[in-house]
């Protein structure tokens, strides 16, 4: 595994806590199937089975899921932004613009990763 890789393994899983934590934090309970779904990315084989991603089209409204997401991640980010911890942010963007990875639809969603 070459550093890039390294680096965007390390990015995902920064922003999937993130995510997970901020949930906590509001009181949100995310299904099993929705903090399965964070680390989708065709790109990199993520190990998802497809009874999993069936249950969870048939469940979920992608729409309704995203914008939740996307609001976590800005409760999130503004949150470290206060605190002044946005390096580990910074650090996941630039890891992850490239890739095929499911969460970046609602980090785009969120506003922020332009920020």
């Keep these: ?7 965007y393994l390390a990015a995902k899983k920064f922003l999937i806590g ?15 199937d929705e903090k399965a779904m964070l ?4 790109e990199d084989g993520t190990p998802i089975d497809e ?23 800005k409760r999130a980010w503004i949150r ?10 910074q ?5 992850i613009r490239d890739r095929d990875f499911y969460l970046l639809v609602m980090l785009d969603q969120s506003g922020i990763a332009a920020k």
Excluded: P
């Design 51 to 73: 009874e999993m991603v069936e249950r969870f089209d048939a469940t979920h409204d992608s729409e309704s899921y995203e914008a939740k997401i996307a609001l976590l991640i």
């Design 91 to 95: 650090q996941s963007f630039k890891a």
């Design 1 to 7: 595994m070459d550093a890039a890789e390294t680096e």
């Design 39 to 42: 680390a989708f990315s065709e």
């Design 80 to 89: 470290d932004r206060t605190a002044g911890k946005l390096k580990g942010w």
């Design 18 to 32: 993130k995510v997970v934590e901020q949930a906590t934090l509001d009181g949100i309970n995310l299904s099993s």
